[in-house]
């Protein structure tokens, strides 16, 4: 492709407060270097913070916006026409909600406008109604809260989604692998090359890439039955498998288990499988509003007591004062 037929695609970042400064910067800089690698503007971008003011990231960083969301709706109207419109998400996304940002992001979407989210911005997406069926991506933190509070919205522990004009990444180096595959839809194979290089990243991985590490590398094991085992307990959170029945699927017996689980993770499997329910529980309670008993109730917990009492055991703390302890750090 001659430099000559490139048209210039404009971004809008909206920076949500706290927004996730790796997310955000894994987008910017693809773009940048697309630039360079095609000499000349390929791309530009402008950031809105909500009101204005300079937008502040997690890691206490801030950047001057370009223009306010009011303004960023006026420019819009006025004909200066986004290609793409981005959600930067934050921790606490869940509790963030901004009705002239979810109507703005509606309307764009009826427009057919690009739009997308980097890391939990897909939160936002959501909650403007845009994801409804959906296939989206979000960070895997947040997944379980997410699916649970939309469940009309198909999302993946993928690195990102591509449907139709919406772009969703699970965040991190992701936003990295998205911009490469917007990169090549609008320039090509060759570019998106030079842009790895540049990036020091040997390739842009498949949208279907796992976000987490696979268990293998996670927990250090090689045992090929005690990680299936482990996957079984994982995919079954909200109704928990007895030993007998993971023994039946395993094609173990129930002492065989045992012995595996005292071996190489030094616990029993009724134990193990306890701290992974009250795991996700903890992702639940500081990434959800969902009360507590519900949440007792999609880990497998037959009552809130005996919940808060397990939790107690394991974190040092109640699940009342997770959520107290959620709340001093988003204040």
């Known amino acids: 492709m001659q430099p000559e037929s490139i048209r210039e695609r404009h971004f809008y ?50 950047f001057i916006a370009d223009m306010s969301l009011k303004e960023a709706r006026e420019r819009v109207r006025g004909g200066d026409r986004p290609d793409h419109v981005f959600i930067c998400g934050s921790l606490g996304i869940e509790r963030f909600r901004d009705r002239n940002l979810n109507q703005w992001i509606a309307s764009l979407d009826r427009q057919n406008f690009g739009i997308g989210a980097l890391d939990t911005g897909a939160w936002v997406l959501a909650d403007a109604g845009v994801l409804d069926g959906r296939r989206c991506a979000i960070h895997w933190e947040s997944l379980p809260a997410f699916s649970e509070r939309f469940p009309e919205a198909e ?57 987490r590490l696979p268990l293998r590398a996670r927990l250090g094991l090689q045992n090929t039955k005690l990680l299936f085992i482990i996957e079984l307990m994982e995919a079954n959170i909200a109704e928990p498998l007895s030993l007998v029945e993971i023994a039946r699927y395993a094609g173990l017996s129930r002492r065989q288990i045992e012995r595996l689980f005292r071996r190489n993770l030094g616990r029993s499997p009724a134990r193990y499988y306890l701290e992974i329910r009250l795991d996700r529980a903890r992702h639940l309670l500081i990434q959800s509003d969902a009360p507590i008993v519900e949440v007792a109730v999609a880990c497998g917990f037959v009552s809130a007591s005996h919940f808060s009492k397990c939790y107690r055991e394991l974190y040092g703390r109640s699940p009342q004062q997770e959520r107290q302890g959620r709340e001093k750090l988003l204040a």
């Open 13 to 62: 970042f909206v920076l949500i407060p706290n927004f996730t400064m790796i997310a955000f910067a894994m987008a910017v800089e693809p773009l940048r270097i697309a630039n360079r690698m095609a000499g000349q503007s390929a791309y530009r971008w402008s950031l809105v913070s909500l009101d204005g003011e300079p937008a502040r990231a997690s890691n206490g960083m801030q």
């Open 155 to 211: 999302v993946y522990a993928d690195l990102f989604e591509a449907d139709g004009n919406c772009y969703t990444c699970a965040g991190g180096t992701a936003s990295l692998d998205m911009m490469l595959h917007l990169i090549g839809e609008h320039l090509d194979e060759q570019i998106v090359t030079k842009v790895c290089e540049q990036a020091l990243t040997d390739r842009m991985r498949s949208p279907t890439d796992r976000q």
